[in-house]
């Protein structure tokens, strides 16, 4: 066996021992929604160690994302759903199928093309709404990024760089004279309008709003004293 299959049954054998009957309490009481703040922090840790470029740090929040995993199998197994080898098996199909301009006759050219090709395949692979494979729970920048992409798939013209920008100063005008004089309601649909066309800006300018907004709020941080 090669290496990496060694360590990686190692992985999954401590997992069985720690579900057992004489494993940890902890372990054996945890069920998938009891473990989803699990995952979470455990995803969040990897971005803090990606943020501060620490790769001894990245290896090992890794591994603890790579637990939740494992983790969330074990338990799938037992209620007869999945194991780890099908989580494997799901995971190799669908980059395969998604990516027929490496194992396939497709000719695509350039990341950009590549993702919007991703997305498409996406979509039709929705049942229902094209954006009903866009997680509720993703922070909401990233969230407005990912329907303004499928927008455009879908043909919707977010117009030139010029336009937005018009819409920019539009809203900014409207709060700037509504402040005072509107409800709390109103200054707050308008202000989620210009959030959500400062990230169609970010989306035409191919620029991540979550990402530079976490490094903005990093710069501030470590400027009024913080350790980030």
């Known amino acids: ?49 990606i943020d501060r470029k620490n790769p001894k740090k990245l290896k090992e929040e890794l591994g603890d994302l790579l637990y939740q995993i494992i983790f969330h199998s074990r338990i799938a197994k037992e209620r007869k759903k999945f194991d780890i080898n099908d989580v494997i098996d799901s995971a190799y199909k669908k980059l ?16 950009e093309k590549v993702i919007d090709a991703w997305h498409r395949r996406k979509m039709k692979e929705s049942e229902n709404s094209v954006f009903d494979n866009i997680p509720k729970a993703l922070p909401a920048l990233h969230k407005a990024e990912k329907i303004q992409r499928k927008l455009s798939l879908l043909g919707h013209n977010w117009g030139s760089l010029l336009d937005i920008l018009k819409k920019i100063d539009k809203d900014l005008e409207d709060i700037k004279k509504k402040i005072g004089r509107e409800k709390k309601s109103y200054l707050e649909k308008i202000l989620g309008n210009l959030l959500f066309d400062i990230v169609s800006l970010s989306y035409l300018l191919k620029i991540e709003p979550e990402t530079v907004l976490h490094e903005t709020i990093n710069r501030y941080v470590k400027k009024w004293g913080g350790n980030r």
């Open 1 to 49: 066996m090669k290496k990496t299959d060694i360590l990686f049954s190692r992985l999954v054998k401590l997992m069985d021992i720690l579900r057992s009957a004489k494993g940890c309490p902890w372990d054996r009481k945890q069920n998938h929604r009891s473990l989803k703040i699990c995952l979470i922090e455990e995803t969040y840790e990897v971005l803090d160690a």
């Open 96 to 111: 395969v199928k998604r990516h027929p301009h490496v194992f396939g006759n497709e000719r695509i050219r350039g990341a």
